[in-house]
């Protein structure tokens, strides 16, 4: 009996499904990359020899390869000195497929309560960072965002999710960056558009002021406390908006 029908036979038994042959190379070579065993910038074997490393046909090494390549891991160049290459780590590609992820999970498992833990979690730090690591032009970029939210801050306005993409870079720190910005993106594109009230936008701009003025006078005990208070606030509406 064949691996395949045998798959079928048991799939109600809890036996783990059999991987198919390109998802298993695909693996592989995932593996190797991701050890550093194979550094951006490396090329791979050709097809051919893909092909005959893994005993199975080049259709099967092209699935592998596109399956890679639809991750951003690899990329294919054409040409004399082209072949397939370790792809360079793009951060606003890992901030993508997090957010789509994240938001995906937020219509199913992943409560509204749990997004906002995990917020708190990155950004209070992230706000005594802020204090202690900011630069004069990078907190005159906060005050101008702060400015502009006095004016049009509301569900159709950007300046409240800049403010705390500004803070993220205020912090020097690329990975904090990467892995807070879908969350905070997941929670107002999912449940602040258009429901937020105009008290919580008011609320929102005043946090922010006091949250600048302890990192501008590098405060890091006073700015990660006005955080955490504002995340808590933030909170209450969350909640309230996700219970309707």
Same mark, same amino acid.
């Given at each position: 009996m064949s691996k395949v029908s045998k798959q079928s036979g048991t799939r109600g038994l809890g036996v783990t499904p059999v991987r198919s042959a390109y998802q298993q190379i695909a693996d $592989? +070579?995932? @593996? +190797?990359i991701v050890s550093g065993e194979l550094a951006p910038g490396d090329r791979l074997p050709s097809e051919p020899e893909l092909g005959q490393a893994f005993g199975v046909g080049r259709s099967t090494v092209r699935e592998a390869l596109r399956s890679l390549s639809s991750q951003n891991l690899v990329y294919t160049s054409r040409g004399v000195n082209g072949g397939t290459f370790v792809a360079d780590v793009d951060p606003q590609h890992i901030s993508a497929y997090l957010e789509t992820s994240l938001g995906l999970l937020t219509a199913g498992s992943l409560t509204v309560d749990e997004l906002l833990a995990v917020r708190e979690i990155l950004e209070v730090p992230a706000a005594r960072l802020a204090a202690t690591e900011r630069t004069e032009e990078e907190l005159a970029a906060l005050r101008k965002a =702060? !400015? $502009? !939210?006095? =004016? *049009?801050? @509301?569900? $159709?306005? *950007?300046?409240? $999710? !800049?403010?705390?993409? +500004? +803070?993220l870079t205020c912090t020097h720190n690329g990975l904090l960056e990467v892995v807070t910005q879908p969350i905070f993106s997941v929670l107002k594109n999912r449940f602040l558009r258009g429901n937020a009230p105009a008290s919580f936008w008011q609320q929102v701009c005043s946090d922010h002021g006091d949250i600048v003025e302890a990192i501008q006078r590098g405060d890091a005990d006073t700015a990660g406390e006005l955080m955490q208070g504002h995340l808590h606030r933030l909170r209450e509406t969350y909640l309230e908006i996700d219970r309707r």
């Open positions: $592989q +070579l995932r @593996g +190797l =702060v !400015e $502009q !939210e006095n =004016v *049009e801050a @509301g569900p $159709q306005h *950007e300046h409240p $999710q !800049e403010f705390h993409i +500004l +803070l």
